[in-house]
């Protein structure tokens, strides 16, 4: 049979040799999106089936609403509280350790093994699995439990599909690859329910984070002649909207949605500073160049980044002279 990732094929080999009798926290960026969730529970699943000890989930934050139905036995356990050493440590469509959370990193400095599609990965844990062309981590852990004869579950199918209907906005991004829809025809074969999916993920939102979108949308400003949109969202607006911090995933897309847009930007007010959410058009237009000089990154088209000590007022001028200066560079 067709092998998804023989590239990768010993060293998951590997990973599941290192796991086999052992402990296993398996961990993802915080604020989890789709395909972290996905990648967290599914491998989760799939460590515990093929020999490992207790295996538990754990994230800075909880589980955003419209995942929880992807659950099913599993709980995601708080990152910051967790501290039993006879565990250890995998990260999941994590770029950098450091994202999960910071009392976690201390604790535990030294992670087995990351499993990413981040081009950022820096790749600094025991065991390594990055895949920049991957379209999702949830893509890569589907090709690889295949691979290795491991037995996916129809929830890890539906699990896993969704990471990969998440990342790729439904198989549209430029990340979308003929590997992602074989993997994806697997998952299917597996039992896996698109049409469970789609409901799950674009029929539940709740009427807090659309009162948020309504905000975000009326704050949008054009600069550059278009070529960037941007809009922000203030602690007050959370407030009046009763959103939470979650539900400002995927608001970004709105703005690049605009025509004549080459980057979508959102500008987010946190109490220790401001993030940035990144949107492009085209991945020439490398957005985690922009993320990266902020302290950031992520992928070329979609990246993001947390200024610590700035408000909007201060950030926006440093800001604007970055996009300024990529946007000329993509036109030269
Ligand atoms: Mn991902």
Redesign the pocket.
């Known amino acids: 049979m067709k092998k998804f990732f023989p590239q990768f094929e010993s060293d998951f080999r590997k990973l599941l040799d290192a796991c086999a009798g052992r402990n296993i926290a398996v961990v993802g960026h915080l604020r989890p ?1 789709g ?2 969730i996905s ?1 967290e529970f599914a491998l989760a699943d799939l460590l515990e089936k093929s020999g490992a000890g207790k295996v538990v989930c754990l994230n800075e934050h909880p589980i955003p609403h419209l995942y929880v139905n992807f659950a099913y036995s599993r709980e995601l356990l708080s990152a910051e509280a967790f501290d039993d050493k006879s565990f250890e440590i995998v990260t999941v ?1 994590c770029a950098d350790y450091s994202r999960t959370n910071k009392a976690l990193c201390e604790r535990f400095p030294n992670p087995l093994a990351a499993i990413d ?2 081009a950022t990965n820096s790749g600094a844990a025991r065991i390594n699995i990055i895949d920049p062309s991957a379209a ?2 949830a893509e890569l852990i589907a090709g690889l439990a295949c691979d290795a004869g491991l037995e996916i579950s129809k929830h890890n199918a539906d699990r896993l599909l969704m ?1 990969i209907v998440m ?1 790729t906005r439904s198989f549209t991004t430029s990340s979308t690859r003929g590997l992602t829809y074989e993997i994806a025809a697997m998952l299917s074969e597996r039992g896996a329910d698109s049409a469970f999916v789609a409901q799950q993920l674009y029929q539940r939102e709740r009427p807090e984070k659309l009162a948020l979108l309504a905000i975000y949308l009326k704050s949008l400003r054009s600069h550059f002649g278009g070529k960037l949109r941007l809009g922000t969202l203030t602690l007050a607006d959370y407030a009046e909207s009763g959103a939470e911090k979650a539900d400002s995933d995927g608001l970004v897309d709105y703005a690049r949605s605009i025509d004549g847009a080459e980057i979508g930007a959102l500008l987010e007010e946190l109490k220790i500073g401001v993030k940035g959410s990144l949107r492009s058009k085209d991945p020439a237009m490398r957005v985690s160049d922009i993320a990266k000089m902020f302290g950031g990154g992520g992928h070329f088209a979609a990246a993001g980044f947390t200024a610590k000590g700035e408000t909007l007022d201060s950030f926006m001028p440093k800001f604007l002279e970055a996009v300024e200066s990529s946007i000329l560079k993509y036109h030269k």
């Open positions: 999106d395909d972290c990648s469509d599609h981040h999702a981590t990471g990342d």
